[in-house]
């Protein structure tokens, strides 16, 4: 019954439209959450900005943006988005399937800190949609 209730919650959370002041309703697809420089970075991907995008089919050998123009342009968008980008390091790009034939990159990088802390290091992640395109994140402080 709990893995039951779980299941609703999720489903409502991530597939039912949200709206807010001044937007337009839309289907929540995936989300991606960073912190850097004291900052909060999220990108987020509605069905409409994925759909507008062009599909990668399973008859296709490689999806419309190849790994390395997603790289290009997420450390295009690092440079961007935080005061220091050598101090991040690739790590892995990864193709993430929303739902159906639509995809987008996840490209994720780690902080190379000049010393070395306990635990893990901190992570960048920037989405890249198969247009080639990064959708610009909301950044809170």
Known sequence: MKLLYLACLLFTFFCLP???PGDDTFYFVAKSESKADGKKFCFKITSDKLNATPS???KDDNPPVSARKAISQAN???KVLVREPSRWKLVRA???RAYGEK???EVQYSETAKKPKAGTAPVFR???LMDGKTP?????K
Do not use: F, G, N
């Open 76 to 78: 295009a968008q690092l």
């Open 136 to 140: 610009k994140p909301k950044v809170e």
């Open 126 to 128: 920037i989405v890249v």
């Open 18 to 20: 949200i709206s807010s």
């Open 103 to 105: 995809w987008y990159w």
């Open 94 to 96: 990864t193709l993430e």
């Open 56 to 58: 990668w089919s399973d």
